[in-house]
């Protein structure tokens, strides 16, 4: 896949070590830091995350990685979120009173509507692809992924950028995407091989960036 270096961002939430040994595995070299000018040399960044919406956003505002995210997606550099990493990528959320999000997709997160199954949706869960993406070339269709959530965002299931579909208790977008900016409602670093396929497209997409920045 050619040297890429990946930027997991370290704002002190979400599994970090685990996201930073799979995207090794997936064939890229990766800085798991919270350092402004390592991040900005890197060829992408990946935003885990695990917790409360508003207090990673706290984190983020507190630290300046909020104007860093915005400015290296704003200058086409790949950024993928992964379950509240993906959530953050939208425009608002009102889990504990409200904040708002980095902004990069449109759309406010809501909390799902189980239909009177139990919360949080924790399990393996079939995603099934609605579009073609870079992130879901050469997986099998649906794939089944490991969740942990209890909001989605709040965006119709034919928009743009919703390119993976699960169920539970009623349809949510479990995979988003809009030009560089991607993500996943699972954990793909929890998600066995068919996660670390999904990382490695990922770390395609930094690649063919890479390459054409060149």
């Not at 909020?66 to 889990?95: K, N």
């Not at 009173?97 to 199954?117: I, K, N, T, Y």
């Amino acid at each position: 896949m050619g040297d890429v270096t990946l930027g997991v961002v370290d704002y002190g939430m979400g599994n970090r070590r685990s996201m930073e040994k799979s995207l090794e595995r997936a064939g890229a070299t990766v800085v798991l830091t919270g350092d402004h000018d390592a991040l900005r040399a890197t060829d992408g960044l990946v935003v885990p995350g695990v917790g409360a919406f508003a207090r990673a956003m706290a984190l983020l505002n507190e630290s300046g990685l909020t104007e860093l995210i915005r400015d290296r997606a704003a200058a086409g550099v790949p950024v993928l979120g992964s379950c509240l990493g993906m959530q953050l990528l939208f425009e608002h959320s009102p889990e504990f009173g409200g904040a708002d999000g980095l902004g990069l997709l449109p759309g406010e997160v809501v909390p799902l509507d189980a239909r009177g199954q139990k919360l949080p949706h924790i399990g393996w869960n079939n995603v099934r692809w609605s579009r073609p993406s870079a992130l879901s070339a050469g997986l099998p269709d649906p794939t089944p992924f490991y969740h942990v959530h209890s909001f989605v965002p709040a965006i119709a299931l034919d928009s743009e950028i919703a390119l993976g579909i699960s169920d539970y208790g009623s349809e949510f977008a479990s995979v988003v995407g809009q030009g560089n900016v991607f993500g996943t409602q699972f954990h793909p670093e929890k998600s066995s091989r068919d996660g670390i396929a999904l990382l490695a497209n990922f770390v395609r997409v930094c690649t063919s960036v890479e390459a054409t920045a060149a």
